[in-house]
C-alpha cells in the first residue's frame, strides 16, 4: 500500500510531526542550557541531534523516503494479479460477442416463426359444417 494517497498523507504527518517533535525538543534543551553552569544539556542535545541525523540518513530515514515517494519497482503479485484481470476482461468481451450474436439469432428466428405462423393462418382452410 506504499503507494495509496493516503499512506503518503500519514507518512507526510508521521514525518512532520516526528522532526516537529524532535526540534522542539532540542531547541528546550538548548534553551534551559543557558541558564546552567553545567554543559550536559548542551551535549546531550547535540548527540539527540546526532543521532538523529544518524536516523534520517540511515535505513530508518531512506525507508519514510521510500515510503513517501512510491516504490518504482511493481509488485510481483499486483503484476500477476492485473495480468489475471486482463486475461478475465478479455474472455468477459468475447463473452459478450457471443451472447450479442445470439440474440440476433433468436430475434431473426421469432421474426421467421412469426412470419410462419401468420403464412399457416392464411393458408388454413376453413372447416365445411
Same mark, same amino acid.
Given at each position: 500500500?506504499?503507494?495509496?494517497?493516503?499512506?503518503?498523507?500519514?507518512?507526510?504527518?508521521?514525518?512532520? *510531526? !516526528?522532526?516537529? +517533535? $524532535?526540534? #522542539? /525538543?532540542?531547541?528546550?534543551?538548548?534553551?534551559?542550557?543557558?541558564? @546552567?553552569?553545567?554543559?550536559?544539556?548542551?551535549?546531550? *542535545? !547535540?548527540?539527540? +541531534? $546526532?543521532? #538523529? /541525523?544518524?536516523?534520517?540518513?540511515?535505513?530508518?530515514?531512506?525507508? @519514510?523516503?521510500?515510503?513517501?515517494?512510491?516504490?518504482?519497482?511493481?509488485?510481483?503479485q499486483?503484476?500477476?494479479?492485473?495480468?489475471?484481470?486482463?486475461?478475465?476482461?478479455?474472455?468477459?468481451s468475447?463473452?459478450?460477442?457471443?451472447?450479442?450474436?445470439?440474440?440476433?439469432?433468436?430475434?431473426?428466428?421469432?421474426?421467421?416463426?412469426?412470419?410462419?405462423?401468420?403464412?399457416?393462418?392464411?393458408?388454413?382452410?376453413?372447416?365445411?359444417?
Amino acid at each position: 500500500m506504499s503507494g495509496a494517497p493516503g499512506s503518503r498523507f500519514w507518512g507526510v504527518v508521521t514525518t512532520l *510531526g !516526528l522532526t516537529g +517533535a $524532535a526540534m #522542539f /525538543f532540542l531547541f528546550g534543551v538548548m534553551e534551559e542550557s543557558r541558564n @546552567i553552569p553545567n554543559p550536559t544539556p548542551v551535549f546531550a *542535545g !547535540l548527540a539527540a +541531534a $546526532a543521532i #538523529f /541525523f544518524a536516523l534520517l540518513r540511515g535505513p530508518v530515514g531512506k525507508a @519514510i523516503g521510500k515510503m513517501l515517494e512510491g516504490s518504482a519497482v511493481p509488485d510481483e503479485q499486483l503484476v500477476e494479479r492485473i495480468e489475471q484481470l486482463e486475461d478475465r476482461l478479455a474472455e468477459l468481451s468475447n463473452d459478450q460477442r457471443g451472447v450479442a450474436e445470439l440474440e440476433e439469432r433468436l430475434d431473426f428466428a421469432e421474426r421467421l416463426l412469426a412470419q410462419r405462423g401468420d403464412a399457416v393462418q392464411v393458408r388454413l382452410p376453413e372447416s365445411r359444417p
